[in-house]
Every structure is written in structure tokens, then in C-alpha cells.
């Protein structure tokens, strides 16, 4: 049995960590390179840093950044933000990604997760997913969340995964920053009609949020930022717990 991942989210906006409440009001929470090196010697099984300023403002991932936080981690490492081409692709792996995530720009080209899948191998290519329940259907949101669509979760899930996706980073909007709990019912439902794997975000506030993300939302791994940022939960005590309720993690 493949062993269940945590995985630490850098938010990056102006080359600093951030993280707010349902991705608003947003505050400072250290140095990325920093927090990368020590996210990689405390347990942590992958990182994701995530530029959440590059697709608003329309300019591309730091590769300098990048290749700093690489030097510094031993663990595997997905990039994304404001990734719409190849050669984006291209010049963030080569500067020390092991992989990226694409977001709005695979729901406007859909054709890019193809293209991406067949250059550069499926295990590479991660699609995040942002969506929030309107009126008791789950919508794709773009943009951090900004921008709503008609796009049903599920159904996007399904043909992010005939293109050649590896993985699906989803975060449920109405549950990120809230402190509440991941959302499992979507969680368990995506993981039931995928065969990729899928991370959980949005929502970690506890341990037992992670443990239930894995036994109700049969997650294959469960993302947070501000609960390890701020040294609200430590990795190594949420392993030894998930251990104690017998779900598989790399101690």
C-alpha cells in the first residue's frame, strides 16, 4: 500500500510566504527558502510552492526562486503559478522542479495538459483545481478563486485525467483558511471515480482534519500551509498520530 503524503504549501507572492483566509487579506509568513529547508528536514514527504500572484498579474514563476529553494530540499517539489507554456514547463525543471501544477490555464487550453503529459511524462504534471458549492453543485473557480465558471469539479476531474494529469491538487474554496476541516464528501467522490492520485487542500486545522481527509476523503496525500507555518501542528506529531490510526505515512 503507497504511503499517504503531507505536504506543506509555500503560497509565494512577492517572493515571500504568504497565506490568508479564503485566499484574502493575506500575511507575511517568513522566507521560502528558509521554510523550504526546514519543511525538508522536519518529515515533510513533498513540497508545493505556488506563486499566487503570477497568474493575476500575468508574469512568470520565479525560476530564480526556484532553483534557490531547490538547492535546499531533499524532497520532491512541485511548482506553480502562471504556467501556460512549454517552455514554462521546461525552464522550472530545469531549474530543480520535480514537478509543476497548472490551474486556470489548463480549464482555458485544455489541450496544454496533453501537450505537457506527452513532453514531459505524466508523474510531472500536476492540475490544481479550485472550486466552491454553488447552489449544491461543485463549481471550478479560476484565477485563486476569483473567477467562477459553469464547469462541474467532477467532470473536469475526469478529463484532467484522460489528458494525462498524474495528479490533482484540489482545494475546496469554501473550506480553505476556515480551519474546519478538509471536504471530504468531494474528496472521497473524486478519489472513487479517479484513478490518479489526489491532494487535499483547504481547510487543515487540526490533526485529526488530515487523519479523516485519509479514512473518509481517501485522499492520497493532504496539503496545508498555515497549521505548518505558523508551528500549529508539527509534522512529526501528526505522522505518529496518523500512524496510531494504522493509515500508511513515511515516519
Known sequence: MLTKRIIPCLDIKDGRTVKGVNFVDLRDAGDPV???????RSGADEL?????????EKRKTLAELVRKVA????????????????EDVDILLQNGADKVA??????????LINEL??????????????????????LVHLVGGK???????FEWAKEVEERGAGEILFTSMDNDGTKAGFANEALQKLSNELTIPI???????????????FTK?????????????????????LKEEMRKERIEVRL
Open 102 to 111: 497548472i490551474n486556470s490555464s489548463a480549464v482555458k487550453n485544455p489541450q
Open 117 to 138: 503529459s506527452a513532453k514531459f511524462g505524466r508523474q510531472c504534471i500536476v492540475v490544481a483545481i479550485d472550486a466552491k458549492q454553488v447552489n449544491g453543485k461543485w
Open 217 to 237: 476523503g481517501k485522499a492520497d496525500a493532504a496539503l496545508a500551509a498555515s497549521v505548518f507555518h505558523f508551528k500549529e501542528i508539527e509534522i512529526k506529531d
Open 71 to 86: 538547492a535546499k530540499v531533499n524532497i520532491p517539489f512541485t511548482v506553480g503559478g502562471g504556467i501556460s507554456s512549454v
Open 147 to 153: 473567477v467562477p465558471t459553469e464547469i462541474d469539479l
Open 34 to 40: 528558509e521554510l523550504a529547508e526546514i519543511y525538508s
Open 48 to 56: 508545493v510552492f505556488l506563486d499566487i500572484s503570477a497568474t493575476e
Open 199 to 213: 491532494i487535499a487542500s483547504g481547510g487543515a486545522g487540526n490533526i485529526q482534519h488530515f487523519c479523516d481527509a
